[in-house]
């Protein structure tokens, strides 16, 4: 019987077994052969450049890359082909369709295709036929066009993410109402501009705890509703710009955990019991991330964010706040970690003896009023990671007290404040990872002291720090990327073991007294962006290891006492956009293969040298030259009728991107606070005074000759640049007329023609120059009348045409009404003599037409001109007849006469 009893178990057995691995299927222990060939088929259909699916030979599919089953019946239940890698590139990731044969996994629960590139294709419909799916991520994948609806038909999904596929569009949401199970759902990125309904949709789903809606141009937003998510824990919001008030049903949920708002244009007051951000948020008790930023919120802090006693990170900066921060708001966050009240105007009231009741790793004060003491609180936090006082009116001194905490500061900004006395010490990170330190603009003074080695990035420039760089520094601050000295009083020789730094990307040493000559050991440097050593008392030769950069886009060498020629090793600079030698004691000739090697070259200004000789011609290949500068020098010869290659300054747009990658740049750094990098800078001489350009550099085109012993007349080419805003030819010889065209330079601001040999009439297209705020035409031998116009009349400086004796009319005295030889001072314009002849014979034409249809159509008019017609001649017939005769008898009655 217990034999009977055995059998019977395992043929039971072994029936429950075929039943679970498919009676009658071709299938294994292992893998269901149906199930494989459906996967090799999808696999046929893909292009793996990764090697993501070298895996996929053999019989056992349930051991390839990405493929799991069930233990029990052999199915294949998840396939997760999720890019594992950082890359987005198209090389490195899937390519390719999703073939129809994944309808064959019958019992497949989990689908990940995220983090590949499809190309553009649509959602396949069929993934709506999957029935057993519960999880399905599709998120960054470059899917396109319209969600299918059929995903609708995964009645056990639990899990959605179709996130960041930027080509996606929902027009409706209701398909995610029949998805009773869904628990999270993430449409970040997608377009949901017609998707009236996706409120109503997603709140007809009470299992729903993750709703992530970032990105997606949602139409509206309903300041009240009745909810029903009652199980939501995470809601992101953000970036939707509704332009409203905060719905107060935003603040009901008892769960939430995660409340992302950010960037919506959610405007109003925080304080109000009926605004915003009512009191009642101090009963969410669940909080953790609370983020507001962004947004236009104006009033006070409500206290009651005291009370969320589990609140972790508190980010409300980029509002219009105001008002006290008082202890009372932070009085019970004990798991406050994160707080981000940057760029407001709230005023921080805390005792120096509080003791916070948390350990903050993240601090951002920025444009805060929290000084003017440096705040003794901070001493209690051990955990800083991110310190953010910029602006925040601190003019005390760093405590000693600070070196204690600084070993796990990673970003330390107190720029723009009058912090005093000596720079702070740091100690060493534990972890060895990268800082940032950014004190400028403050009052420090003293030497500067080495930091720690695992700086990366320092700012102190625009401080009183004196003396000399340790000539060690390469040594001790190897990881520098960033060293930013200017504006101070430092001296003595620049150390030669900056050269060390060879992960260098910006150097500014400008506004010192730094002396002796620049090191020339620079070959090494393969990644500076950015050399400025202008303003200081640098002699000797540029030193040629310059032309070694390869990635420098910006050499700044103005107001020094630099000599000699311009070394020929500089051609190499082949990304150069900025190159200014100005105010030195350089010689010799403008070397020609500036035009043929420097062809990305924006800037070119050299002004205030020795330099002598021609403008080369190869300076004409310079097409992205915007501000050319060769004043002040002992240059001879004429302006080359090619200058109308400089094309960038005939442009009307401006390409940031391409020009001016440096100045300013203004970058997102790991942390999310906003840091100038290095403010791109460059002194022009432009209406009558020297102006330094810094953010609006990229707007500004000029042309600056002045004061050289250039010849010849002003070629007419140069009317081309349309663009140019300043032109100054002053203190040269030019000769002959002032290019009647100058009027097409409709952006000029600053015109200085002053201190030549110009003569002939003042143009009257002058007087088209609207943005004309500066003109000088004194000392040369220009005659005529004045033009007149409306931006003309506002000049009304005598001195601005002084030293030409032949000019009148406004400002100076009226002209005498004596007749101008015609044309004199203009050269014959064919086309308007055409005109006018052309105008007077179509005229006469007109005229002559008008007349013969009135009389072929009028007879009594034609009959009447007629009868004139005969009656005048025969009046002269008569009159000519007796004429004659009594001429007759003058002439022969006197002959007769005489004879009788």
Not at 231 to 256: A, C, E, G, K, M
Not at 259 to 275: H, K, P, Q, V
Not at 553 to 575: D, F, I, M, T, Y
Request: with cysteine; hydrophobic share 40%.
């Amino acid at each position: 019987m217990e034999k009977l009893a055995t059998v019977f178990n395992l043929v039971l057995l072994l029936i429950v077994n075929l039943v679970f691995n498919g009676i009658g299927a071709d299938s294994n222990l292992s893998c269901i052969k149906r199930e494989r060939d459906a996967l090799l088929k999808f696999k046929q259909g893909l292009t793996d450049d990764s090697g993501q699916l070298l895996s996929w030979i053999g019989e056992d599919c349930c051991t390839w890359k990405g493929v799991s089953c069930s233990n029990r019946t052999g199915h294949v239940v998840q396939l997760d082909l999720r890019h594992r890698q950082v890359s987005f590139a198209n090389k490195t990731t899937l390519r390719g369709e999703i073939n129809h044969s994944l309808l064959n996994l019958t019992r497949l629960d989990y689908l990940d295709l995220s983090l590949n590139n499809f190309q553009g294709a649509e959602i396949p419909a069929f993934l709506g036929s999957l029935k057993n799916l519960k999880y399905l991520n599709l998120s960054h994948a470059s899917f396109n066009g319209q969600v299918s609806h059929h995903l609708g038909n995964l009645s056990n999904l639990q899990y959605l993410d179709l996130s960041w596929n930027y080509g996606l569009k929902v027009d409706k949401l209701q398909w995610a109402s029949t998805l009773p199970s869904l628990k999270h759902l993430d449409l970040s990125g997608l377009k949901l501009t017609e998707a009236v309904d996706w409120l109503e949709s997603v709140n007809m789903l009470p299992s729903l705890v993750e709703l992530h809606v970032s990105s997606c141009s949602l139409p509206q937003i309903p300041l009240f509703l009745q909810t029903n998510f009652t199980s939501l824990t995470v809601l992101d919001l953000s970036t939707n710009y509704f332009n409203s008030s905060i719905p107060q049903w935003l603040f009901n949920f008892s769960r939430i955990q995660h409340l992302n708002l950010r960037e919506n244009g959610f405007r109003g007051s925080m304080s109000s019991d009926i605004g915003p951000i009512p009191a009642s948020i101090g009963r969410l008790s669940s909080l953790k991330r609370l983020d507001l930023s962004h947004n236009y919120l104006n009033g006070s802090v409500p206290e009651s964010v005291g009370q969320l006693f589990n609140l972790e990170l508190l980010n409300i900066h980029n509002n219009s706040l105001s008002g006290i921060v008082s202890e009372r708001h932070f009085s019970k966050l004990a798991s406050l970690t994160t707080l981000y009240l940057y760029r407001n105007s709230l005023v921080l009231d805390l005792r120096p003896t509080w003791v916070p009741p948390f350990q903050i790793q993240e601090l951002a004060l920025f444009s805060c009023k929290v000084g003017p003491q440096f705040p003794q609180w901070l001493q209690t936090q051990k955990n800083l990671s991110i310190l953010e006082m910029s602006n925040t009116s601190i003019s005390d001194s760093i405590p000693d007290w600070f070196e204690s905490i600084s070993s796990n500061i990673v970003l330390l900004d107190l720029s723009l404040n009058q912090i005093g006395k000596n720079l702070p010490k740091l100690r060493k990170s534990f972890d060895a990872s990268s800082r940032f330190i950014y004190l400028y603009s403050n009052k420090f003074e003293g030497p500067l002291t080495p930091f720690p080695s695992d700086v990366i990035e320092l700012d102190v420039s625009n401080n009183f720090l004196r003396g000399q760089i340790p000539q060690d520094i390469g040594n001790m601050m190897p990881r520098l990327t960033l060293l930013h000295l200017s504006n101070n009083s430092l001296n003595g020789n620049i150390p030669v073991s900056l050269c060390k730094m060879e992960g260098l990307r910006f150097l500014d040493l400008s506004e010192n007294q730094f002396s002796g000559g620049i090191p020339n050991c620079w070959s090494k440097l393969q990644h500076l962006r950015v050399m400025d050593m202008s303003s200081n008392i640098l002699d000797d030769h540029i030193p040629s290891s310059l032309g070694s950069l390869q990635q420098l886009r910006s050499l700044h060498l103005r107001n020094n006492s630099l000599q000699g020629k311009v070394p020929a090793s500089l051609e190499k600079l082949k990304h150069l956009h900025i190159l200014d030698l100005s105010e030195n004691v350089l010689n010799g000739t403008i070397p020609p293969w500036i035009g043929e090697g420097l062809s990305s070259l924006s800037v070119l200004d050299v002004h205030s040298n020795r330099f002598q000789g021609e403008i080369p011609q190869e300076l004409c290949h310079l097409t992205s030259l915007r501000i050319l500068s060769l004043a002040r020098n002992e240059m001879t010869g004429t302006i080359p009728s090619c200058f109308h290659n400089f094309t960038a300054m005939i442009a009307k747009e401006v390409s940031m991107k391409e020009q001016w990658p440096y100045g300013p740049t203004i970058f997102d750094d790991l942390f999310g606070f906003q840091s100038v990098v290095y403010v791109e800078n460059v002194w022009v001489y432009i209406k009558g005074m020297q102006l330094k350009y810094t953010k609006t550099l990229p707007f500004l085109f000029s042309i600056d000759l002045s004061r050289n012993r250039f010849v010849g007349e002003i070629p007419n080419q140069l009317m081309n640049l349309l663009g140019l805003q300043n032109l100054n030819l002053s203190g040269n010889n030019f000769k002959g007329q002032i290019p009647w065209k100058i009027g097409d330079l409709r952006q000029l601001q600053s015109l200085d023609l002053s201190r030549n040999q110009l003569s002939g009439l003042i143009p009257t297209s002058l007087s088209q120059l609207n943005f004309l705020s500066v003109l000088k035409l004194s000392f040369n031998k220009l005659s005529g009348r004045i033009p007149s116009g409306s931006q003309l009349q506002t000049l009304d400086d005598k001195s601005i045409y002084a030293g030409n004796s032949g000019l009148c009319g406004f400002p100076l005295d009226d002209c005498q009404e004596v007749a101008l030889p015609p044309d004199e001072g203009r050269p014959e314009d064919e086309f308007e003599i055409l005109w006018f002849y052309g105008c007077m014979g179509v005229g006469f034409m007109t005229g002559f037409v008008g007349v013969s249809s009135t009389l072929y159509f009028k007879d009594s008019w034609r009959d009447a001109l007629f009868r004139l017609v005969d009656k005048i001649y025969n009046k002269f017939r008569v009159m000519i007849v007796v004429s004659k005769n009594l001429l007759s008898r003058k002439i022969y009655g006197g002959r007769f006469g005489g004879h009788a």
